[in-house]
């Protein structure tokens, strides 16, 4: 077999396309939820009430130190297998869930931190000026921090979207096996000859997803950056 | 600046021995890979010897209660207890032994690379691998079967399966044919490991793990899962368990010898029944012990 | 600190909110305790036993500790690996030499971009298929090869960005007393940029240790996998887990630290800016641990 031959031999009998189909998904609602929960967190740390930031620098602590490995495997062999907690009688469709919540779950702290960092753009001025005109704190947030924040935090936001997609992969570990290492790792079992072939179309692949969401999240932080 | 360059030079130096290192790793795998650094295993403490002729490798399953199963430095299972044996009578005590971690899928490539001189990990004669290794035995015929909870007597072969939970690890081929022959309505979940599918089992999530009936049998009868579960007993295959040795290799004979003996002496028996105690289980004895189909 | 001047000191109405919003959070939080516990007592999760035997000589000696000594082989292993893999294309990237720049470059993109679990498993196999190493080693191969090849791209970026960041001014004094870009690049501003990206260096580390717990699914006999064996073996499963992921927070606790202290010690030896990369959250950790 020549290297197309290969490469059609490959993509005939293995559904490649469909395993990067579901790393997007996973990838698409683990970013949904990481954004809602990491705002809230982002919101906790930079509130008020200490028992509120206390709460947040906690679980920011505790789930950026802990591997995403495990916290996927906890899902599926903890939560599920031991504590019994089940979302979907079909098993496919519960493991997707539970992979997403765990990619949400360890994301989440990370969009915190980038939000976070995003405040910490908005010169000290504006919070000032916010108060002196009697904002109260949400409010205030609400209308002059978190716009300013968000558009200061677009780059390491995307640097969390663009370690999101690579990491959706440790979905493999929480039993989702259409993903993308998963077919891999069956398509290489069986037919070790083309494992090299086989590494650069998946390699490719994700080079062909991550780096327009590189240029993209670049682009963006510039045009979007407030001028001061 | 003096410091800075000080700090370089040895963070250099470091990273040049560990590359160093490294690359004789890789040079002499074959003639001395117990004594690196780099090596994983328990072993390399064990044999600290020269790696001369004086010991012989066994490839054997690590993470197969019940098989072969390594405990720190301890391993333990069938597997291992004919290994042992069967070494044993082609003259190796056991401490001459240097046991190897011998993966489904790598089993072929370590024998015909030399890099063990016999395996025994349920290794099935097919006749694809029998193409490219030769085998010695067979020391057992299993068959897959089933394992369900203790309690549950709903489920007593692969067609009950429609409708309920099952367990498997990555890749098996048990769990294919159950969903292409017998029970299409099957849920299907894939761990990493047997024992991961048994702790599902016993809280209720799966109802019932499927592989060959020893490696069930086994993985019951380890101290933490005694008296809950059971095997069905049903099998719906024919594995063959052989000792794997290298194409052309002129053990053979002896290896057959061997386990000629041991099953005539009695000893085949009471490595069975100490491996799977607890559990029921019994050897199908229609084709236990097996006949040996020669050399 | 602009998070800090978000709101003005409280007032007694604010000091009455606060106290409100501290007992409907402290609720929160011991009521998502209480019904995990509960969860915990339904499934029998709580039986004495199931956490006793995690603090069995048999768990430590068998499996925790050696899992762990695994864990921190594959990290070291792979911190160095990627330091010098990391200073080399980082250089690569800085050179006049363009072909030289432009393969780096390329390398760099790539392995920043491929999934270190897919580098993994076809390492994985791939290694165990062609055979080139003892089979005992290539989990160990593939962990710390697919950790050196992403964490060393990594690296290489600190270290551009790192030189990219010191003064103009160094570079000018370089070349004013006659050095090359290539001497000015090796004596003057690499020194520099080493202990400039030392913070971020170290939190790379963090990231090294915990990708290392992916060893356990190509069968490296790591912390995750030799937990995963004690509790699957054991029918404590949760527990194991949690022993694990315990002993992973603090290592990585403890090299965060350890990133802060180097952070504070090295500012006044480089002419680029030091700051920890989680300076914020360890300074509110001090400060909480002073009040």
Redesign the interface.
Known sequence: MNLFEQIGYLFSNYDVVGSFWVNIQLTFWAAIGAMILGTVLALMRVSPAPSLQWAGLTYVTLVRNTPLTIIITMGVLGVWGQLQITFADNFDLNFFIFACIGLAVYHAAFVCEALRSGVNTVPLGQAEAARAIGLPFLTAARLVIFPQAFRGAVAPLGNTLIALIKNSTVAAVGSVATETSSVMRTMIEFNGNMVVLIFMIFAVGYVILVVPVGVVTTTLSRKLAVAR | ?RN??VT?AA?AA??AL??AACSS??SD?DTD?GG?A?????ESEDTGGEGGGDTIRIGIKF?Q?GLGYQ??SEYTGFDVDVATYVAESLGYTPDQIEW????S??RE??L??G?VDMIFATYSITDDRDEVVDFAGPYYVAGQDLLVRADDDSITGPEDLNGK?LCSV??STSAERIKEDYAEDV???????Y??C???L????VDAVTTDDIILAGLAA?P??QGKFKVVGNPFSEENYGIGIPEGSDQCEAINEAVTAMIDSGDWESFVSANTEGTGYTPNADLNPPTLRGC | MSAQVLFDAPGPKGRRNMVIVNIVGAIVVIGIAVLVLIRFGQTGQLEADRWTSMFTANAWMNFLIPGLRNTLIAAALSIVFSMLFGIVFGLGRLTTIAPLRWISGIVVEFFRAVPVLIMMVAFWLGFGYAQTFDPNTVPLVAVVLALTLYNGSVIAELVRSGVFGLPKGQREAAAAIGMTHSKSLRLVELPQALIAMLPSLVSQFVVILKDSALGSWVTYNELLFMSRLYGSGNGNMLQALIVAALIFILLNWMLTKLADYVAKRLSSRTAAPVHAPDADVQEEIEEKAKA
């Open positions: 600046m800075t360059r370089i963070v470091a990273a560990t590359l790793d890789s795998t890979a690196d780099d090596t994983t295993s328990e993470d209660p405990e720190g190897v971690s011998a993966p899928a790598q490539n370590l015909q690379t890099q939970n990555t890749g849920q299907l979940v894939e761990q990493a490991g024992a991961d048994v702790t599902v016993e809280s209720g999530q380890t933490a899962n």
